[in-house]
């Protein structure tokens, strides 16, 4: 069966630090690979996809980046963190088509 | 272009009563939909979906929805609450594109009373 492993389930980091969150997923080859944020109270939004290794498309234009260097390997990257990238972190993966996405636990970043 | 609406923020029920959370879609197609059931600090777990084939849809933990093309709505119940259905509850739909593309509604929030 198909799992998807998100580390770290907490950090809290100072402004100006750098980000790096991981993501696997294992059972599935060639998955779609999704980034959220999940601001307090509210709905989700995505911020990155990826359809195969090296592709990455980004949905909104932010302070983080994303990279695959493997194929279900998800990496959510900053150089400076902002107060403004706090908040909880999800990745995903899916099958192709219209198919439900399978969701990690999640990464709770705070920012000092 | 596709949208979702969760007509209720908060839903509060008594242990052992019906629950019903309420979601209408826009699609200009015949859309894929899901509800994921979120628990605090949790990720999002898929209850059920709808794929165009039966409107009534069953899922995990008891819980049922039904697709109504005519009234563009696909509501989540189950017939008797229990105290740990209490969490946030999302009503999503697929925009087609190949990459699976999910709208997602802002959640209803269920509280389950004893």
Redesign the interface.
């Known amino acids: 069966s198909q799992t998807i492993h998100?580390w770290p389930a907490t950090l809290v980091q100072p402004v100006g630090s750098p980000l790096s969150l991981e993501c696997t997923v294992e059972g599935t080859s060639n998955p779609?690979l999704y980034w959220y944020r999940q601001a307090a109270g509210?709905?989700?939004q995505?911020l990155f996809?990826s359809?195969g290794i090296g592709q990455i498309?980004s949905e909104v234009p932010q302070n983080l980046s994303a990279s695959r260097p493997q194929d279900r390997q998800f990496i959510l990257s900053s150089k400076k963190l902002l107060l403004s990238d706090s908040g909880?972190y999800?990745c995903?993966w899916?099958i192709?088509?219209?198919?439900?996405?399978?969701?990690?636990?999640?990464t709770?970043l705070s920012i000092l | 272009a596709q949208s979702v609406t969760q007509l209720d923020s908060h839903v509060s029920v008594s242990e052992g009563t019906p629950v019903l959370l309420r979601c209408n879609y826009s699609s200009s197609y015949s859309p894929s939909l899901f509800w994921y059931v979120q628990h605090p600090n949790k990720g999002l777990q898929l209850l059920l979906k709808y794929t165009s084939a039966a409107t009534l849809v069953k899922g995990i933990n008891g819980f049922e929805a039904e697709f109504k093309k005519s009234e563009t709505s696909f509501h989540l119940t189950k017939p008797s609450a229990h105290m740990s259905d209490a969490a946030e509850y999302f009503c999503v739909v697929t925009l087609s594109g190949g990459y699976n593309k999910l709208i997602f509604g802002a959640g209803t929030r269920l509280a389950v009373h004893p």
């Open positions: 998100q779609n509210r709905g989700l995505l996809y359809v498309s909880f999800l995903a899916s192709q088509g219209d198919q439900p996405q399978h969701f990690g636990d999640g709770r």
